[in-house]
Each structure stands twice: as C-alpha cells, then as structure tokens.
C-alpha cells in the first residue's frame, strides 16, 4: 500500500513539473521546495513518522533532479545559486560537459549519506543517472563530489572527481575517481592509475576523520592542472592524516606515482 500511494504521488508530482517548470528558475523554485522538506524532515526524523518522510522526500527529488536535467539542457550550465544554499553540492567542469549534484538524505544514523545525479552531454545531447548508492546498502559508497578537474591528452578528455565520505567519526574517505564520455555514455571506471597492483579508476586514501578535525587548514587530494600531477595525503600507520603527500604524475598514458 506505502509504495502504490508512493508512486502516486511520484506521478502527480512529474504531470505538475510538467504544466509549470518550463525555465530553470521555475524548475529551481520547484526542487528547493522539495529539498526544504528534506532538510525538514532530516532535523526531525527521531519523530514519528518523520523517517517514512523523509525517504519518501528524498527519492521524489532524487527522481526530479534526474528528470530536469534530463529533459532541459539548460540546466547543466545554471547556477543553482538557491538550492546550494540549502547544501546541495553542485561540481561542474571547466569545459562544461559534466556536473554533479551531491546531497545529503540524512538518513545516516552515524555519519553522512548522499546520493547523487551525474548530469553531461554527449553528442549534443544533455543526459543525466541518479545513483541512490547508499540507502538500505550498508557496503556501498556514501560519497559527495566536490570539485572536477579536466584533463586532455590529445583527442581524449578525461574528468577527475575529488569525493569525499564520513561515515563515523573515525572511518573518512578522500579521493579522486576518473570520468571519461564515451560513445554517447559516462564511464565512471576509466582506468588511468598505474601502480605496482595493476590499473586502477580511483586514487584514494582512508583516514581517521578526528586527525583532521582540529586542523586550521585540512589537507585535501588535488589536482595541479599544470604539472598534471596528483597529490595525495599521506597517512601515517595510526590512520591520521599528516602534511606529507604523495604524489602521482600522467605520464602520457596514466598516473604514476613519483618517488619521493
């Protein structure tokens, strides 16, 4: 019965978004009244209740976010400038093919949980992907984006994602993971980090998120755009995160670290 009256509302909501979100602000206008009920119900989910709605808030505008960007190309260049307000992480591209919007359900009972719409275009042409990574999957990734880099090696464009996660308080995550459009699709496994293991799609490093917490200035996984190098804090054996970094530079093909 929960999921029938679920998909009615779903629906009711798709025909309104159709009769009124013609513009971006329109369209902007209708997602932050539904992520204010996110946020709503997120400070309130210990209530009654509240929990039902909050999951139902959060896969009406998971759907709707994926919808927008579907159907209006527009979108992947607006601003958003409302809805970032209310925390939604919004990462684009400098060659403006590729965004991401992360947000947090909050649905985490310890640490964060997001989800994510992955929005670019191919062959002129503005397509998006909801991934719902996390609700109800205890060992699936529960990460936000929040920068992208771009990287071209001859006729080959490349995006690095920097992600981040905080599951607890002591269990952190940096990384970058590498992005490529492909024959009219988004390949988020492109494998372009070579190390001793083998070839890889991601650079990462997981820490103790209370090394950090005290920290004026927290360092961060980055790409320097000229030297094309990866620069990746080290963690010591205790899990804390320290001022050191390792370093991986492309070589043409792939990252690879560079001897310190």
């Known amino acids: 019965m929960k999921t029938f009256k679920f998909i009615i509302v779903f629906f009711c909501c798709f025909y309104s978004a159709n009769l009124f979100a013609q513009t971006p602000q ?36 998971g759907f709707k976010l994926k919808y927008y960007t579907s159907k209006y190309p527009e979108t992947i260049s607006y601003p958003f400038t409302e809805i970032k307000k209310e925390r939604v992480v919004i990462a684009t591209s400098a060659d403006g ?27 002129g042409k503005v397509l998006s992907s ?9 060992h699936n990734p529960v990460f936000w984006y929040s920068k992208i880099y771009t ?40 494998l372009l980090v070579k190390t001793p293991t083998g070839l890889h799609s991601k650079i990462y490093f997981d820490y103790d998120f209370l090394s950090v917490v005290n920290m004026n200035v927290i360092p961060t996984i980055y790409y320097d755009t000229k030297t094309q190098t990866i620069h990746s804090p080290l963690v010591n054996a205790k899990r804390q995160v320290t001022r050191d970094y390792i ?5 043409g093909k792939y990252f690879e670290r560079v001897k310190n």
């Open 26 to 61: 329109a369209i902007e206008a209708d997602l932050l009244r539904i992520f204010k009920r996110v946020n709503y119900y997120g400070s309130h989910k210990k209530e009654w209740k509240a929990i039902d709605s909050l999951q139902k808030m959060n896969k009406i505008f």
């Open 97 to 123: 093919l590729f965004r991401t919007y992360s947000w947090d359900t909050r649905l985490g009972s310890v640490g964060y949980d997001f989800d994510n719409v992955l929005q670019f275009t191919a062959n």
């Open 130 to 138: 909801l991934k719902m990574d996390s609700v109800g999957k205890k």
């Open 151 to 190: 990287l071209q090696s001859g006729s080959k464009t490349y995006y690095l994602a920097a992600y981040n996660s905080v599951r607890s308080s002591v269990d952190a995550t940096q990384g970058v993971q590498f992005f490529a459009i492909e024959n009219g699709k988004l390949n988020g496994a492109v």
């Open 247 to 251: 370093v991986y530079k492309f070589t």
